[in-house]
């Protein structure tokens, strides 16, 4: 089965703001998802975030960890925890074990029409192979913090991580 190269989407409308994740997310969109996370968190009016994983087939942990960036970056400017659409079960399975659930508010089908409809593909922003394995290293550690699980499931890549920064450093 030939899996669809990763994408990401946005909408924004009325103060909704919607990313849509499409095929295999992986580490190489983390830098769109950091810049769309930065973005979100200066965006005036903004009023609720949904992201919809309803088209992605995989999210890998990077990909993951962004999104998790995403929702610690408009926590404190919403009245309700960002919103996320999955409807497959992997997918599911994987943001109910890395504790998501605590951090956003866990859909498997859209309430109404969603601006999601309308989503426009997001430029990939390149990173370089510096750019991403710093990345790479704070997606992992923001999902480290959110959960027991999490901080052990990935303790051993964030040490390899910082163990090459500091030998590249020298």
Do not use: W, Y
């Amino acid at each position: 089965m030939l899996t669809e190269e990763g994408r990401i989407k946005a909408a924004f409308d009325s103060g909704v703001f919607v990313l849509k994740l499409c095929g295999d997310v992986r580490l190489t969109l983390c830098a769109t998802l950091d810049t769309q996370a930065q973005q979100l968190a200066q965006t005036p009016g903004l009023r609720a975030v949904i992201i919809d994983l309803r088209e992605a087939s995989n999210v890998d942990s990077t990909a993951l960890g962004f999104l998790a960036k995403v929702a610690m970056a408009v926590r404190s400017r919403l009245e309700q925890p960002p919103t996320i659409i999955a409807d497959n079960p992997d997918v599911r399975q994987m943001l109910d074990v890395m504790g998501f659930a605590r951090f956003f508010t866990l859909l498997s089908a859209p309430l109404c029409h969603s601006p999601a409809d309308d989503a426009e593909d997001l430029p990939e922003v390149q990173a370089d192979e510096g750019g991403l394995r710093e990345r790479i290293l704070e997606a992992h550690r923001i999902l480290m913090h959110m959960n027991e699980h999490n901080r052990e499931e990935f303790q051993p890549l964030v040490e390899m991580l910082e163990a090459q920064d500091t030998s590249t450093r020298h």
